[in-house]
């Protein structure tokens, strides 16, 4: 158990809509990573929080926005959804806190999402 | 800008065989090096990491990985390979420790154990 949690962990919905995924870092994490792994594009980086604040953005489309909110949950809003979305989202965490001075970058992964767009 | 590139995006060897994962990375700033496994319908978990120190690192399960500057690899292998080695295997790479920085992932090398 890496101590991220993600929900829903499945989650089947139709093109045009719109859904959002949860994510709950490790206790202590301030900084949430989310990663979109296809089939086709493999794990791509979307988009990083580092407590509150949005630090690094990948290849995340404009449809896609997420947010981090004070207790440190973040969430992935996915809207006008196509075919091409269906994929496994995965959040991670990284301990910079109080473990600052001992990180070195390795990233706690959940369970991910499992979304598919019929 | 770094990245990773897995040579072989499937591996398949005996039960019992040694195991070797290819990764050569790509970086203008000394890297750090990861090796995740991911198990069906599970995340990501670490099997061993590269900061600083040793070139030889070792990780879970029995597996290992040797960084090697002057040929920009960090492969990974096992001298013996288990049924429950069978998985998905990313090397991935960041820039410097701090928490902060987003780790770029290979295309992954799915592994099969034939018993």
């Known amino acids: 158990d890496s101590g991220v949690t993600q929900t829903p962990k499945h989650l089947i919905t139709a093109t045009g809509q719109r859904v959002t995924l949860r994510c709950s870092p490790r206790?202590?994490?301030?900084?949430v990573y989310w990663y979109q792994q296809s089939l086709d594009q493999g794990l791509q980086f979307l988009i990083q929080?580092?407590?509150?604040?949005?630090?690094a953005k990948g290849n995340i489309l404009e449809r896609f926005s997420a947010q981090q909110f004070p207790d440190l949950h973040s969430e992935l809003n996915l809207s006008s959804l196509e075919l091409g979305d269906s994929a496994l989202y995965f959040c991670?965490?990284?301990?910079?806190?109080?473990?600052?001075?001992?990180?070195?970058?390795?990233?706690?992964f959940g369970e991910g999402s499992r979304l598919t767009v019929l | 800008a770094q990245s990773v590139t897995q040579l072989g995006s499937h591996v398949s060897v005996s039960e019992g065989a040694l195991v070797l994962l290819r990764c050569n990375y790509s970086?203008?700033?000394?890297?750090?090096l990861f090796w995740y496994v991911q198990y069906p319908n599970q995340g990501l978990q670490l099997l061993l990491k590269?900061?600083?120190?040793?070139?030889l690192v070792k990780g879970i399960n029995g597996f290992e990985a040797e960084f090697k500057k002057s040929e920009t690899s960090f492969h990974l292998t096992k001298p013996s390979a288990h049924m429950s080695d069978a998985a998905e295997y990313f090397c991935?790479?960041?820039?410097?420790?701090?928490?902060?920085?987003?780790?770029?992932f290979g295309t992954g090398t799915r592994l099969t154990i034939i018993p």
């Open positions: 991670a965490s990284s301990g910079v806190g109080v473990l600052a001075g001992t990180n070195t970058g390795e990233l706690f």
């Open positions: 206790s202590g994490d301030l900084s």
């Open positions: 929080y580092y407590n509150g604040e949005e630090r």
């Open positions: 970086s203008s700033v000394p890297p750090y």
């Open positions: 590269y900061t600083t120190g040793a070139t």
């Open positions: 991935a790479v960041t820039r410097y420790a701090g928490g902060n920085e987003k780790l770029t």
